[in-house]
C-alpha cells in the first residue's frame, strides 16, 4: 500500500506539481495519526505487508517520525518504506531509521545541477546529494534512485544515471513519463519509452522481474537498474498496489477516477469497504485517447502530488 502523508512539497517537479503549487487543505482534511493507523490495520488484516509513505513530500509533514513509528509497530506490516526528493534527509534520516523505515526511495531525476533546477524549478542538486550522503551515513542500504525518463530534457544523462549503481547500496530505476495531472500537457514530447534505457545501455545484463520493474546490471556493478514502463508495456494485471491518498480516498489504480472514502470508517466496514475496493481492481489503467487514439492524458482526477505515486 502506498499511502500519501500530504499533497505539499518544497519543490516544483514539472511531471508532478504545478507551478504554482496547490491550493493547501485544511488540517482536518488531511488524514490524522490515527486514522492513518486504522487505515493500516486494516490493511494488514487483509494480507498486505508492505507500506510505502509518499507525498508530496512526506517530509514537510509535521510528525512524520511519529506516523513512521506508529505504522512500523502495526502487527503484520513487515515492511515499511519512504519516498523522497532527499533534500531534507540530512535532518530526517537518523529519526527515519529509529523510527522502523527500512529502505528510501529517492527521486533524482538528474545529475546536473541546472537540469534539475528546471525539472524541480528551482531545487539544487547540493541538496539532494546531501541527503543521500546523509541517508548513507545512517545505514540506509539498498536505496532506489528514482529518475523519470524526460525527452530532451535528461535522456542524454541515462549512462550517467545508471552509473549511480556501481556505488554501495544503490539501485536505479527508470520510469516512464505519464500524462496525469499537470504532466499531461506537453507529454507528447517528454514522453521517453523504458526502451531507450536499453538501447543507451546496451551491456545491461537482464536480471528477471521485480514487481514492476524490467531488472538489469551494468558489467561490475553492485547495484541493479530497474525499468518502469507503465505506458510501453503495462503491467496491470500482475499491479499489487493500492493507494489511499493525504484526505483519505482509495485509489484502486492511479489512474482511474475511482476514489473511495475510507473517512469516519471503523473496524469491520473499514475492512469490507478496502476488501471490495481491493477485489475490484481494474484489469488496466484508464488512459483517455484522443481522436487519433493517441493517448491523451490519465483519467485520474488528481495529479500525482494528490495521489503519492
Known amino acids: 500500500m502506498r499511502l500519501s502523508v500530504t499533497d505539499l512539497c518544497n519543490l516544483r517537479c514539472v511531471y508532478c ?33 508492505k507500506v510505502r509513505l509518499t507525498g508530496g513530500e512526506p517530509l514537510v509533514r509535521r510528525g512524520i ?32 531509521r529509529e523510527a522502523g523505515i527500512k529502505r528510501l526511495n529517492i527521486s533524482l531525476d538528474s545529475l546536473d545541477p541546472e537540469t ?20 548513507r551515513a545512517e545505514g540506509f542500504d539498498k536505496m532506489k534512485i528514482n ?3 524526460m525527452g530532451g530534457v535528461n535522456d542524454r544523462e541515462l549512462r550517467k544515471l545508471a552509473e549511480l549503481s556501481h556505488e554501495q547500496g544503490i539501485h ?36 528477471g522481474i521485480d514487481g514492476v ?48 472514502d475510507l473517512r469516519g470508517l471503523q473496524g469491520d466496514q473499514l475492512f469490507e469497504t478496502m476488501r471490495e475496493a481491493i477485489l475490484g481492481k481494474p484489469l488496466r489503467h484508464a488512459m483517455i485517447e484522443d481522436e487519433s487514439g493517441r493517448v491523451s492524458h490519465s483519467a485520474s482526477k488528481r495529479g500525482m502530488n494528490a495521489i503519492g505515486g
Open 213 to 260: 520493474a524490467r531488472l538489469y546490471a551494468l558489467p561490475g556493478a553492485s547495484g541493479t537498474i530497474g525499468i518502469i514502463s507503465p505506458m510501453s508495456k503495462h503491467f496491470c494485471p500482475s499491479c499489487n498496489r493500492i493507494r489511499v491518498t493525504s484526505d483519505g480516498k482509495l485509489k484502486p489504480c492511479l489512474h482511474s477516477a475511482e476514489e473511495i
Open 65 to 96: 517520525a511519529d506516523i513512521c513509528r506508529r505504522v512500523a509497530a502495526v502487527p503484520g506490516i513487515a515492511e515499511i518504506y519512504l519516498t523522497t526528493n532527499g533534500t531534507l534527509l540530512p535532518k530526517f534520516a537518523a529519526e527515519l
Open 116 to 135: 534539475y533546477r528546471t525539472i524541480t524549478r528551482g531545487g539544487k542538486l547540493s541538496e539532494a546529494l546531501r541527503g543521500i550522503d546523509a541517508a
Open 17 to 49: 506539481m504545478p507551478e504554482e503549487g496547490v491550493s493547501k487543505l485544511r488540517h482536518e482534511e488531511i488524514l490524522t495519526i490515527e486514522e492513518i493507523e486504522n487505515i493500516v490495520r486494516a490493511a494488514a488484516s487483509l494480507g498486505i505487508t
Open 147 to 149: 529518475a523519470v525518463l
Open 172 to 207: 536505479v530505476r527508470f520510469i516512464e513519463y505519464m500524462p496525469i495531472g499537470c504532466a499531461a500537457d506537453g507529454s507528447d514530447k517528454r514522453y521517453l519509452p523504458g526502451e531507450a534505457v536499453l538501447a543507451a545501455l546496451p551491456e545491461l545484463e537482464p536480471l
